[in-house]
């Protein structure tokens, strides 16, 4: 028979108590046993990670049993407590459930009902301990230290981030697209004091611009064609937690006056109702514009933007980030190699090299990319090679020399790199890079040979 859990019995009478863990152990259950609320509450202390469910009597030598329920709860908050008397009184009995005890039975009744009532506060605990793990593994993945990297502008970003993740603060993460914005809102969200509830993302440049304002604000039913039931918006499925507005600078001019005023007064009208909602949100937006120049030229309201950048967060593009590709490609390529079952040791020196010299215009969500494409194709159990990247990483020319410096700022040092960018950006097209250098195409690859660059 299969192992239910285990379940403590706290009764002083030892014949009785004897007897439930008999009809229980038959039903597969483990079962502890204690005579008093001291031994009780020591047992439950002692096994806080088997115990399911504790069946105790009101009346025990050293305390009552629903004085005894919150002190259970303290030692074991995932437990259901089923409270058990002889003298069953309806005041008794409203407060043990008030209290949070899962049942309350009376002695004596049938053997069958004790094991269905048991069944349902076992479910019901294992229900909430899943729910618990699972929140915790959402809290180890949004984290800080979830993140991968050791870069200077990382720690920079972390640094500010984790200093205003626990106040209420609207927050304003900046930052090219694919750089992990929302990765440090979710961190933020889970450092603060409403982990617990909800973090809503919204991406303002998904949604039409008609649909973005019923999105947010909900509406009421009758509202507009279409509206044939009142809908909650996600400023209200927000409530109590975090909305986080990917892509903030997408919002049209009038949307933004209203979203203004949830900022301040944390009140909004829903389409189609006459009386405002109250919410409790924390705010935190993103976006990839220099929001302060499009205030600037009237693209975006500056009372708004003010509102938006009390705190203002630069997230660091991957080019920033150097050091950190390496990191995160050895970190993607586990996880992929995990994900499809493959065994892939790393990458060899020529991958390395490429993925270091590339520029990552997607930045770190444009070399998850890369990384999962390549596991797909590696052979199992060899490093990968640099022929598994993309056509653009052939693309890219060779090194000046092996021992070449980047910060070398001669003259023909920073021609070099110029040349080899304007390669890049026109995917090895000599022609065209010729005529965007403003030299002749014979020019280019005299150059390239002085250079040591790939022709």
């Known amino acids: 028979m299969p192992n239910?859990?285990?379940?403590?019995?706290?009764?002083?009478?030892?014949?009785?108590?004897?007897?439930?863990?008999?009809?229980?152990?038959?039903?597969?259950?483990?079962?502890?046993?204690?005579?008093?609320?001291?031994?009780?509450l020591e047992t439950l202390q002692q096994h806080a990670a088997e115990v399911l469910v504790v069946l105790s009597d009101v009346k025990l030598p050293d305390a009552h049993g629903v004085d005894l329920l919150p002190r259970l709860k303290q030692k074991s908050p995932d437990i259901e407590v089923v409270l058990m008397t002889a003298y069953g009184t309806i005041p008794d009995g409203v407060r043990a459930m008030r209290d949070g005890a899962f049942d309350y039975l009376t002695k004596g009744d049938s053997d069958d009902q004790l094991i269905v009532v048991v069944e349902r506060a076992a479910e019901k605990a294992r229900l909430r301990r899943r729910v618990t793990e699972l929140e915790r593994r959402v809290g180890q993945q949004y984290s800080f230290e979830s993140m991968v990297g050791s870069s200077p502008a990382l720690h920079r970003a972390q640094a500010l981030a984790r200093q205003v993740a626990p106040t209420d603060s609207t927050v304003l993460l900046e930052g090219p697209t694919g750089s992990g914005k929302e990765l440090f809102a979710q961190a933020i969200h889970q450092a603060s004091?409403?982990?617990?509830?909800?973090?809503?993302?919204?991406?303002?440049?998904?949604?039409?611009?008609?649909?973005?304002?019923?999105?947010?604000?909900?509406?009421?039913?009758?509202?507009?064609?279409?509206?044939?039931?009142?809908?909650k918006g996600l400023l209200e499925e927000a409530n109590g937690g975090t909305l986080f507005l990917?892509?903030?600078?997408?919002?049209?001019?009038?949307?933004?006056?209203?979203?203004?005023?949830?900022?301040?007064?944390?009140?909004?009208?829903?389409?189609?109702?006459?009386?405002?909602?109250?919410?409790?949100?924390r705010f935190v937006a993103a976006t990839n514009r220099n929001?302060?120049?499009?205030?600037?030229?009237?693209?975006?309201?500056?009372?708004?933007?003010?509102?938006?950048?009390?705190?203002?967060?630069?997230?660091?593009?991957?080019?920033?980030?150097?050091?950190?590709?390496?990191?995160?490609?050895?970190?993607?390529?586990?996880?992929?190699?995990a994900k499809l079952?493959?065994?892939?040791?790393?990458?060899?020196?020529?991958?390395?090299?490429?993925?270091?010299?590339?520029?990552?215009?997607?930045?770190?969500?444009?070399?998850?990319?890369?990384?999962?494409?390549?596991?797909?194709?590696?052979?199992?159990?060899?490093?990968?090679?640099?022929?598994?990247?993309?056509?653009?990483?052939?693309?890219?020319?060779?090194?000046?020399?092996p021992d070449a410096d980047?910060?070398?700022?001669?003259?023909?040092?920073?021609?070099?790199?110029?040349?080899?960018?304007?390669?890049?950006?026109?995917?090895?097209?000599?022609?065209?890079?010729?005529?965007?250098?403003?030299?002749?195409?014979?020019?280019l690859y005299r150059k390239l040979q002085e250079y040591g660059l790939s022709s």
């Open 246 to 281: 990917d892509e903030i600078g997408e919002l049209e001019l009038n949307v933004q006056a209203k979203f203004l005023r949830v900022l301040e007064t944390q009140t909004f009208t829903k389409l189609g109702a006459t009386q405002p909602t109250q919410v409790n949100v």
């Open 291 to 337: 929001l302060k120049q499009e205030a600037a030229a009237a693209n975006f309201r500056p009372d708004l933007y003010y509102r938006l950048s009390v705190f203002t967060i630069e997230v660091p593009p991957l080019r920033a980030r150097a050091a950190d590709v390496e990191v995160l490609a050895e970190h993607f390529l586990r996880y992929f190699a």
């Open 4 to 40: 239910e859990g285990t379940v403590l019995i706290i009764d002083d009478e030892t014949r009785l108590r004897q007897l439930l863990a008999r009809v229980l152990e038959l039903e597969g259950y483990t079962v502890l046993q204690a005579p008093d609320a001291r031994r009780g």
């Open 193 to 231: 004091g409403r982990r617990s509830k909800p973090f809503v993302a919204v991406n303002c440049s998904a949604f039409p611009k008609d649909l973005l304002e019923s999105e947010l604000f909900g509406y009421k039913k009758g509202a507009f064609t279409g509206a044939l039931a009142d809908k």
């Open 406 to 443: 980047p910060n070398d700022r001669s003259l023909r040092a920073v021609e070099a790199r110029h040349i080899r960018e304007m390669l890049h950006q026109t995917e090895g097209n000599k022609t065209e890079a010729a005529r965007q250098l403003g030299i002749g195409l014979t020019t």
């Open 341 to 401: 079952g493959k065994r892939l040791p790393g990458l060899d020196a020529e991958c390395r090299r490429l993925l270091r010299q590339y520029d990552w215009p997607g930045n770190v969500r444009e070399l998850k990319n890369v990384l999962e494409r390549a596991a797909i194709l590696a052979p199992d159990n060899q490093p990968l090679d640099a022929d598994l990247l993309p056509p653009e990483f052939h693309l890219l020319p060779s090194p000046l020399s």
